[in-house]
Each structure stands twice: as structure tokens, then as C-alpha cells.
């Protein structure tokens, strides 16, 4: 947090909030994002710890907003639909975090990256990828590979966005339903950082002060998604969705 003491404390607290606002505003629109854009924006700046503490509480209020804006019933009713893609997920995140100190990330990064930006291209190019057999194996497929991705590297959002326009999922319900699987993650994370220390009481400030401007941008972002149609909505996922597939090369590469 010492970066933010001194001269330029203001300027960078602006930036800082400037920052939180667009991640909300694109997860408003597409459904994720304030991870990736806020550990991109504040570590331009900052540390990568506090990068990381930044981003923490703001992911975590705005996900259950994102997961609860239809109420508690709506919420539920998304879970059940996609459980089987949900529960695997959750068990591969687990027994995955195990390799963690075995496996290079970096050709994790290349495969995932690669997967994606794959995929985003064979649809963009208006080949529709069709399930053969039960939609539960397909389900069940996405949630291995989400699940071993978050598991290894903390990032599960491209492959479940993936598995989402796949079926294309109407537009409420896939920004519903991302809501409530990177909520489940931001819980997780919450913990796992107040136990390593990141989040700590020099941290949480900046964490806490993050949270209005991300919130800001998220309702502006649901205005957006409320005006635009299934297709448009389609269009920008998939934009937004190869961004965070050569991100990932990227990382991969570099």
C-alpha cells in the first residue's frame, strides 16, 4: 500500500479507481473480466501483491451482484441447470491445485490459451461446435478442463465463457450463471489470501476503495447488456473472449 503514500497518492488512487470502473464495466456487458483487467491496470503501477489485494473485494461484491441481480430463486434455478458442469469444476479445481508444484505453468497457459483462441476463431468464422451425445458428458468435459485450468492457474473464466456460448446460452442467464461460478471462486480466493497475508490491513484500504467505481461500471455495463440482443451479445463475448485467449499465449510465451 506504500505505493499510494505521497506526491502522487491522488493520481494514483484516480487511476486505481479508474481502473476498478472499466473491469466493471466490461464484466457488466460480457459477464467477466475484473480480474484480468484489474491485475493488468493496477500492476502498472503497483506490485503484483497489491495488485492481487486490489482486486479481491471488488470481484467478490461484484460477482454476487452479478450472480443475485435476478434474485436468489433465479440464482438457484442457473445452478441446478448446470450442475453437473458446477459440481465437476469445483472437484477437478480441487485435486488439480495438487500439481500446482509440478507443472509449468506456462504450457498450461499455451494449452488453454491455445484452446480457446481456437474455438473463438472457428465461431467467429461461423462454424457452430455441436455435442455429440448426452449435454451432461459436454458439460462434464468443460467442467474438467475449467476446473484443471483454475485448479493450476486460478483462471477458469475462458474455458466456462467457452462452454457457455457453446450451448448459446441466452444472455441473462450466461452473465447469471458466470456470476455465481466466479463468485464461488472469489469466496475461495478471499480465504486463501487472508490466510497468505495479502489481504492484509495495509491492503484492504485500497481493496475497499476499489469496490464503489468497480460497482459503478458494473451497473453501467448492465445497462449495455440490457439494450443489446442475442447476437450483439454474442459478438462482443466472443471479442472480449479472444483478447483473453492471446492473454493467455501471451503469458505463455513471455
Known amino acids: 500500500?506504500?505505493?499510494?503514500?505521497?506526491?502522487?497518492?491522488?493520481?494514483?488512487l484516480f487511476f486505481a479507481m479508474l481502473v476498478g470502473f472499466v473491469a466493471g464495466l466490461i464484466k457488466g456487458v460480457v459477464g467477466f473480466g475484473v480480474p484480468t483487467v484489474m491485475i493488468s491496470g493496477l500492476g502498472a503501477m503497483a506490485s503484483a501483491e497489491v495488485a492481487l489485494a486490489g482486486?479481491?473485494?471488488?470481484?467478490?461484491?461484484?460477482?454476487?451482484?452479478?450472480?443475485?441481480?435476478?434474485?436468489?430463486?433465479?440464482?438457484?434455478a442457473s445452478v441446478k441447470r448446470f450442475r453437473v458442469f458446477l459440481g465437476v469444476l469445483l472437484l477437478v479445481l480441487i485435486l488439480s491445485a495438487q500439481l500446482v508444484p509440478v507443472?509449468?505453468?506456462?504450457?498450461?497457459?499455451?494449452?488453454?490459451?491455445?484452446?480457446?483462441?481456437?474455438?473463438?476463431?472457428?465461431?467467429?468464422?461461423?462454424?457452430q461446435i455441436r455435442f455429440a451425445g448426452s449435454a451432461h458428458r459436454s458439460e462434464a468435459a468443460f467442467g474438467t478442463l475449467a476446473g484443471f485450468s483454475g485448479g493450476v492457474s486460478g483462471i477458469w473464466g475462458p474455458p466456462t465463457v467457452a462452454m457457455l456460448t457453446a450451448v448459446n446460452t441466452e444472455k441473462t442467464e450466461s452473465i447469471r450463471v458466470q456470476g455465481v461460478v466466479y463468485g464461488l471462486g472469489a469466496v475461495a480466493l478471499l480465504g486463501a489470501h487472508l490466510a497468505s497475508g495479502v489481504l492484509r490491513s495495509e491492503t484492504l484500504p485500497l481493496s475497499l476503495a476499489l469496490i464503489p467505481t468497480a460497482m459503478m461500471g458494473l451497473w453501467v455495463g448492465f445497462q449495455i447488456q440490457d439494450r443489446i440482443d442475442q447476437a450483439s451479445f454474442r459478438k462482443v463475448t466472443l471479442v472480449v473472449l479472444l483478447l483473453a485467449g492471446l492473454n493467455l499465449i501471451r503469458r505463455g510465451i513471455m
Request: hydrophobic share 50%; net charge positive; no cysteine.
Open 1 to 12: 500500500m506504500e505505493h499510494f503514500y505521497g506526491f502522487d497518492t491522488y493520481y494514483l
Open 103 to 127: 507443472l509449468p505453468e506456462r504450457l498450461l497457459f499455451l494449452i488453454i490459451g491455445g484452446a480457446v483462441t481456437v474455438f473463438v476463431g472457428l465461431q467467429i468464422k461461423g462454424r
Open 55 to 76: 482486486l479481491i473485494l471488488p470481484a467478490l461484491v461484484t460477482n454476487g451482484w452479478q450472480a443475485l441481480r435476478q434474485g436468489p430463486s433465479a440464482a438457484w
